[in-house]
């Protein structure tokens, strides 16, 4: 299996994630994944009235220096450790 059908293989997995899932957590797997199919980010910042798509594109460009094939890897590493943590199989 190659990288991209590994990735959408995980993508899929984490919408199995349960909804004890932080925050945090689930920023950090968005950033990577909009890094991973967008690219670096390319719009403004939303406004401090608007924070959940502030939170959003903070963690989009907090990776934003990654390749596609490096988002695409720590997505599916940081996917896999949190199914691990909520007992489902991988």
């Given at each position: ?10 993508a899929?997995?984490?919408?199995s ?74």
């Open positions: 299996m190659g990288l991209q059908e590994e990735f959408e293989l995980y899929v997995k984490a919408k994630l349960p909804d004890t899932t932080t925050n945090e957590n689930l920023l950090i797997i968005y950033g990577l994944y909009k890094q991973a199919t967008v690219g670096p980010i390319d719009t403004i910042r939303p406004g401090i009235f608007n924070q959940r798509d502030r939170a959003k594109w903070d963690a989009w460009k907090a990776v934003e220096g990654k390749s596609k094939e490096e988002a695409m890897n720590d997505y599916i590493t940081k996917v896999k450790q949190l199914l691990e943590e909520a007992g489902i199989a991988v």
